[in-house]
């Protein structure tokens, strides 16, 4: 029998009023339930909000160590449940399980970086024209915010949304994405059990249809911060500009790596790897082209394509697996619409191309790592983001041609080179649109402690995580005193 996780409601782990609940499965074996998770509705998430707003006012006027504090607690008890919470991330959406103790760690490191956040400075002194006067900058909260997280950074996701809203003086309603509803409820239960003010923390789980644009559209609700897909995020971004919310939005990525003549072939095909089929190739930061000079082009395709074939793939949880399946059903098929479109746009494929079926993959939702060559710019698998395991190699003669190239999307979001020559990681660092730029590094993988975003439709424009999450979690205040 599995569990049933509730709502958590002005500090009580609440049932829904709909009296309904949905079941989150195991991707890498669809028989398994892994729990049950509440199917709100609006009336649940009034509750939520109601509760976030009555607790703001008091929340706002602790100290920042006082909430600091309780973030440290928070991180502690998050650090002592690592195991458990990542076993279920890997049960609930698919990625090997020393990849989820890996994010389950980075989510405590974030949680203590922003609990130290309590205790930094928060604004300016500026000079006034008078001389008698003191002009200087606060920052005060937005109130509630709203939080609407994906599935593929289950905890990483949602704390580095929650914990800088909370530090900084928000009270939150947290959203997440039904197929970790299981690991968000185990992580607000570290913050229950931290011994947050009741209503500080609220998570309503349910459709993103209902409880998602209940939270962008409610009028209680002062700042939007959403991760996902470009067209919810997008429509997100309207609902919260026509009634003048903030809102923060992270999107897709079409994230190119560039291998010049002179690259350490080897550290390229590890990193085009890595970067390109961790977690199935589920990251918004995820290498999906892969633009490599002609004189190295045959050397870099024959060390990669031996390798891809390598991986082993299978449940998550399994020791030996590198990588696991796609994480639902939905994912699946646009992975494997992708790879039907790619051969019949010309591209030629290199290996994998296959749902993996048969012993061992009967009841999960598993692909072959793919690589496809003859990648021209205007085919789809080389201008959409498809969020699985398949690389698009592209072949040019100079560094000119590959940044061009490299630049040919919508998105702007991550992009690498691999390089030796200080000319082309200059000319890479001033000409790539994109807002993490990486040399001689894979494409995914970002320090807590450092902006992250995009440019172009890859995010609003703002940036999370490091001390640039200030800028979306505060408004600034200018204080002019005269005594
Ligand atoms: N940037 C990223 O990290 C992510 C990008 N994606 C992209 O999105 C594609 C589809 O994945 P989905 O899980 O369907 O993403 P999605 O954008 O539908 O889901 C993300 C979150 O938004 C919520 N949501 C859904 N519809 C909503 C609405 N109308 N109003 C408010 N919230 C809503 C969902 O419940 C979930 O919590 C993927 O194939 C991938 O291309 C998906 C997840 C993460
Ligand atoms: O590359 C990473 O570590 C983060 C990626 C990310 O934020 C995402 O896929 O949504």
Redesign the pocket.
């Known amino acids: 029998m599995s569990a049933t996780y509730l709502n958590f409601i002005n500090g009580q782990w609440t049932p829904s009023v709909t009296g309904e609940v949905e079941e989150s499965r195991n991707p890498a074996n669809q028989k398994e339930v892994v729990g049950l998770f509440q199917k709100s509705s609006m009336d649940d998430l009034n509750q939520a909000v109601a509760s976030a707003k009555q607790a703001s006012k008091p929340w706002k006027k602790l100290s920042g160590s006082a909430r600091g504090d309780l973030l440290y607690k928070v991180a502690s008890i998050l650090e002592r449940r690592l195991d458990e919470i990542a076993e279920t991330m890997t049960r609930e959406m698919g990625k090997t399980f020393p990849e989820a103790k890996g994010e389950t760690a980075r989510g405590v490191a974030i949680l203590r970086y922003y609990a130290g956040e309590g205790l930094r400075s928060v604004g300016d002194v500026i000079p006034s024209t008078d001389s008698e006067a003191l002009m200087f900058t606060t920052r005060t909260p937005l109130g509630v915010v709203g939080v609407?997280?994906?599935?593929?950074?289950p905890v990483a996701?949602p704390i580095w949304k929650i914990a800088p809203a909370l530090i900084y003086g928000n009270t939150v309603v947290v959203?997440?994405?039904?197929?970790t509803a299981v690991t968000c409820a185990k992580i607000v239960e570290c913050f229950a059990k931290a011994g947050l003010p009741a209503g500080v923390i609220n998570m309503v789980t349910g459709?993103?249809?209902i409880?998602?644009?209940g939270?962008?559209t409610h009028p209680d609700v002062n700042g939007i911060t959403?991760?996902?897909?470009?067209?919810?995020?997008k429509?997100?971004g309207q609902?919260a500009l026509a009634r003048g919310a903030k809102y923060q939005l992270?999107?897709?990525?079409k994230n190119p790596v560039i291998v010049a003549n002179d690259a350490n072939l080897d550290l390229a095909v590890e990193a085009t790897i890595s970067g390109g089929l961790r977690s199935t190739g589920?990251?918004?930061t995820a290498t999906s082209r892969v633009i490599v000079q002609s004189e190295v082009y045959d050397a870099f395709k024959e060390k990669l394509v031996q390798k891809v074939q390598q991986l082993t793939v299978g449940d998550g949880m399994k020791a030996g697996i590198w990588m696991g399946p796609c994480?639902?059903e939905?994912?699946l098929q646009?992975v494997l619409s992708y790879l039907q479109k790619g051969t019949e746009e010309g591209a030629s494929l290199l290996c994998g191309g296959n749902r993996l079926q048969g012993e061992g993959f009967e009841n999960g939702l598993f692909v072959e790592p793919t690589v496809f060559e003859n990648v021209t710019t205007k085919m789809a698998i080389a201008q959409e983001?498809?969020?699985?395991p398949v690389l698009a190699l592209m072949k040019v003669n100079t560094i000119e041609e590959a940044l061009e190239l490299a630049n040919d999307v919508e998105f702007g979001l991550s992009a690498s080179i691999f390089t030796t020559n200080i000319g082309s990681m200059l000319s890479f660092i001033n000409e790539m649109d994109a807002g993490l730029v990486r040399i001689n590094a894979e494409s995914a993988g970002v320090e807590l402690q450092a902006p992250f975003g995009g440019m172009k439709q890859s995010s609003s424009h703002s940036r999370e995580q490091g001390r640039a999450a200030m800028e979306f979690f505060t408004s600034v205040k200018t204080v002019f005193v005269k005594g």
């Open positions: 609407i997280t994906p599935w593929n950074f996701i959203k997440p994405a039904s197929e459709s993103g249809s409880i998602g644009q939270l962008a959403f991760t996902g897909s470009n067209g919810v995020g429509r997100i609902a992270e999107m897709g990525g589920q990251k918004c994480a639902n939905g994912q646009t983001e498809i969020f699985g």
